[in-house]
């Protein structure tokens, strides 16, 4: 991940890809804005997501557009949010700190014996800092955040559900906009029904709403449309079939486009075989795209278990990501004879577990090779016109390495590292932003009688390309957080960012925040 400054853009590159060619979801639904440049791209409003609402985070590596469709190339991130459970309590914390930092959290959660529910709201604002060296000037940063869900058992067999979210960010901005102000709007439902031991099935109905207005020269609206009807069958105790299908509308308008809308219809079905020490997944996707056509996709997986406990694992899939609205319509830049992006990718590993599982690490190799890539190129440096094209294939190749050890319950340690090759192979080049070493590692205790817990960490990132033929020098982050429960109704919280005061970019020409330090509390009742 690398951002634009404090509240910035957010790129996430999973196996090396481009931002957007990981599908990034909420509650397993897919979330964009119709209206960015890339298709997929999220990264304007992945910053201003409440923390305080998220539960885990889960990410697939490897193509997955079986399932998740366009934007699944190279993996699929899924942001699952809070729910309901245990006697009702309210939580409300305040935090602050550098930069004249101030956030504000108030949460309502609970569940009965056929109804949850889990609401909350949260308000964050700070002075912040310069966002680019050349304009001394602070670049405040602010954002207010709802959001909740309900979830209802009518009976033994029939579950209902909703959710929303929605946030509200505005940032100071250097150059010609003097500042950002950023919406987003996310609600979903679901009906989930167990027909027999045998069938069950799930409807899935959701509409995301963004915009963005850079003042006082733009803005972007643009409105995402979802149903999803997925089935699981049980055929045997050991063979499993998930078929559905899903439809996808979007809709674009910009201060440079005419209101432009695309949809896809898509019909799915994947084959699961689990026994004994056999694992076995095989899956086909068949799409039509309104501007794109006809695309099949397919993804091979296996992984079989030895009595040394050592796990063997592999995949082999496709995938494709399809132009966006502002790739093909834009008035200055659009190309209506754009093509999809298409991929194949495949990896094999190796996981370990040792010591009663209390130790395991993964390796893993994996090569993807992307074609029909889309850029934009100059066609007129006099008067700096251009096009988007289908001009760049990529190859990305690397190594991931996870380690986990446990050796007492109070203790945890997490260790990471990636060696990533990403290639334009068109241009003979590095890809941008892809450093070839990243690692880092998470060490967590946790305080006897569940008092609180200490936790530390730090990332080590590989110097590597930017915009413009610039460097990004390597740079060590480290944090350190904790939590303390000083009565059974007050937390107090404290956390360390940048602890070592490294000064470093992660995208050139914009500055990132030095040491900062924040303490709050946190009342639950």
């Not at 897919?30 to 999220?42: A, E, H, Q, R, T």
Request: proline share 3%.
């Amino acid at each position: 991940v690398t951002q634009n400054g404090l509240g910035g853009i957010a790129s996430v590159f999973v196996r090396g890809a481009d931002s957007g060619q990981a599908v990034i979801m909420i509650d397993g639904v897919p979330v964009y804005d119709p209206s960015g440049i890339s298709k997929g791209d999220f990264s304007a409003f992945l910053p201003h997501l409440s923390v305080e609402d998220i539960d885990r985070i889960e990410i697939v590596r490897g193509p997955q557009s079986v399932l998740y469709g366009s934007n699944a190339m190279t993996g699929a991130i899924n942001i699952i949010t809070k729910k309901g459970k245990g006697k009702p309590k309210t939580i409300f914390s305040l935090e602050g700190g550098s930069y004249n930092t101030f956030s504000e959290n108030l949460s309502v959660r609970g569940a009965g014996d056929h109804v949850s529910y889990f609401l909350s709201l949260k308000r964050f604002d700070t002075n912040g800092i310069s966002k680019t060296p050349d304009e001394p000037d602070k670049d405040g940063y602010r954002f207010n955040h709802a959001g909740g869900s309900i979830t209802a058992a009518l009976n033994e067999r029939v579950e209902v559900g909703a959710s929303f979210s929605y946030l509200d960010a505005e940032q100071g901005l250097d150059g010609w906009n003097t500042f950002e102000k950023d919406k987003l709007g996310f609600v979903q439902t679901y009906y989930k029904q167990e027909i027999s031991s045998l069938w069950q099935h799930t409807l899935k109905l959701a509409y995301t709403n963004t915009h963005r207005l850079y003042q006082p020269y733009s803005f972007y609206d643009g409105d995402l449309y979802y149903l999803a009807w997925q089935h699981n069958l049980n055929v045997l105790p050991y063979l499993k079939f998930i078929a559905g299908f899903d439809y996808q509308q979007e809709r674009a308008n910009t201060s440079y486009m005419e209101e432009k809308t695309q949809d896809d219809k898509a019909w799915f079905v994947e084959a699961i075989f689990n026994q004994d020490n056999v694992y076995l997944n095989v899956g086909v996707r068949y799409d039509r795209h309104q501007t794109a056509g006809d695309k099949v996709t397919y993804r091979l997986a296996g992984a079989y278990l030895l009595p040394t406990q050592t796990k063997l694992h592999a995949s082999f899939g496709t995938g494709f990501r399809t132009p966006s609205l502002y790739q093909l319509f834009d008035a200055n830049y659009g190309n209506l004879n754009l093509k999809p992006e298409y991929s194949q990718g495949y990896d094999i590993g190796i996981m370990q577990y040792l010591w009663h599982k209390k130790v395991s690490f993964d390796v893993t190799y994996f090569f993807t090779r992307t074609k029909d890539l889309i850029d934009w190129i100059m066609t007129d440096p006099t008067t700096w016109a251009g096009q988007y094209f289908n001009v760049k294939e990529a190859h990305t190749q690397g190594i991931e390495v996870m380690a986990e050890f446990a050796p007492m319950n109070c203790l945890k340690l997490n260790l990471f590292y990636t060696w990533l090759n990403a290639k334009d192979v068109t241009k003979h080049s590095w890809l941008l932003k892809r450093p070839h070493h990243r690692g880092g590692f998470e060490i967590t205790y946790y305080l006897p009688k569940e008092k609180g817990s200490v936790n530390f960490g730090a990332v080590y990132t590989d110097k590597y390309y930017d915009y413009g033929n610039t460097i990004i020098s390597s740079y060590f982050v480290a944090h350190i957080s904790a939590r303390y429960k000083l009565l059974p109704y007050l937390t107090l919280t404290t956390s360390i960012n940048n602890l070592f005061d490294a000064d470093y970019q992660e995208t050139y020409g914009y500055n990132t925040l030095g040491f900062n330090a924040y303490g709050g509390i946190e009342l639950k009742w």
